[in-house]
């Protein structure tokens, strides 16, 4: 057992180590994307035929690029929380519960804002062209596995926290008859 708690506690130090480099990645992809893209690039990446550019709506467009980056940075981050609990040997926290409740929530809200985001971006670049264009909403495999996966953390999350209850009744109840007798 003592073998399993220090495996785990030495995971949980690297896996928080991982939550950082990956939320620095999210940031600076998204950071480089929106550099690296030119007027036509995001012209073709909205299947319109042509977008007008200027320096207030570049900044606009990185700001709507990277809200999406900055929730999963939230998100990694909160769990790297839970993460360095675990490596304290700290396995039903609340810390650690609140940690993995809000990396689900984050992981849901960062794939509503992406497929969101394309279709104000589009509609952002393009409110004052001649040519109309329909901006739909996507959604890919990837961000529907991030879906469950967060949901699945987000579900388990709340069992614990349930279960912590239970336990704090089932203690506190144990103590009550222990007092009675």
């Not at 709507?64 to 980056?69: E, T």
Request: proline fraction near 3%; hydrophobic fraction near 55%.
């Amino acid at each position: 057992m003592n073998k399993e708690l220090a495996l785990t506690r030495r995971w949980s130090t690297a896996m928080a180590h991982v939550c950082v480099i990956t939320a620095v990645a999210f940031l600076g992809g998204a950071i480089w994307q929106w550099n690296s893209m030119s007027p036509s690039d995001l012209a073709s990446w909205l299947d319109v035929p042509a977008i007008r550019l200027d320096q207030g709506r570049n900044i606009a467009v990185l700001l709507l690029m990277i809200l999406p980056a900055l929730i999963n940075a939230f998100g990694l981050m909160q769990i790297r929380s839970s993460f360095l609990s675990f490596a304290r040997g700290e396995m039903f926290s609340p810390k650690v519960i609140l940690g993995l409740q809000r990396f689900g929530s984050a992981g849901m809200s960062a794939v509503l804002a992406s497929a969101v985001l394309t279709p104000v971006v589009g509609f952002f670049l393009t409110y004052d062209s001649t040519a109309g264009a329909d901006f739909p909403i996507r959604i890919g495999t990837g961000s529907l596995t991030i879906v469950v996966i967060s949901g699945f953390t987000w579900t388990f999350a709340r069992i614990l926290s349930l279960t912590a209850a239970i336990e704090r009744q089932n203690r506190e109840l144990a103590e009550e008859n222990a007092a009675f007798i």
